[in-house]
């Protein structure tokens, strides 16, 4: 059974760092596109980044330049790596897996394609 589970999360400072992981029990970990996206109370679940098999990482705008996305494969987990973190960072995070190839973006009308989701790890930012 495909499995998500995040860890890393906690409660920072504003300018601090944190480093997500995503540990992905599925087979097919290493060929489809992973994301990570973040969620408030009460508001839509937005995209922070995602990673196909290959090539380089795409980002929303809110975070470029600050997270950096990476996954290893061998160890069947998937990494976001936050700095200059920012209160309005705060929220619960999640990984994400296709569950068949599509396009490999983090923007609201590519996150049909996510079927298979973690549970989520909140990050608090404080100002």
């Known amino acids: 059974q495909d499995q998500l589970e995040e860890s890393g999360g906690g409660s920072v400072q504003a300018g601090g760092s944190l480093r997500l992981s995503c540990v992905d029990s599925?087979?097919?970990?290493?060929?489809?596109?992973l994301g990570w996206f973040r969620q408030i109370p009460g508001k839509e679940r937005e995209g922070v980044a995602t990673?196909?098999?290959?090539?380089?990482?795409k980002y929303a705008d809110s975070v470029k330049g600050r997270f950096t996305i990476s996954r290893d494969n061998a160890k069947h987990t998937l990494y976001l790596e936050m700095r200059d973190l920012k209160p309005e960072d705060t929220a619960v995070y999640y990984c994400?897996?296709?569950?068949?190839?599509?396009?490999?973006?983090?923007?609201?009308?590519?996150?049909?394609?996510?079927?298979?989701w973690g549970q989520g790890t909140q990050v608090t930012v404080s100002s």
């Open positions: 994400a897996r296709q569950r068949k190839p599509a396009a490999c973006y983090p923007q609201p009308e590519f996150q049909w394609s996510f079927g298979y």
């Open positions: 599925g087979y097919a970990f290493s060929s489809y596109c």
């Open positions: 990673l196909d098999h290959s090539g380089p990482g």
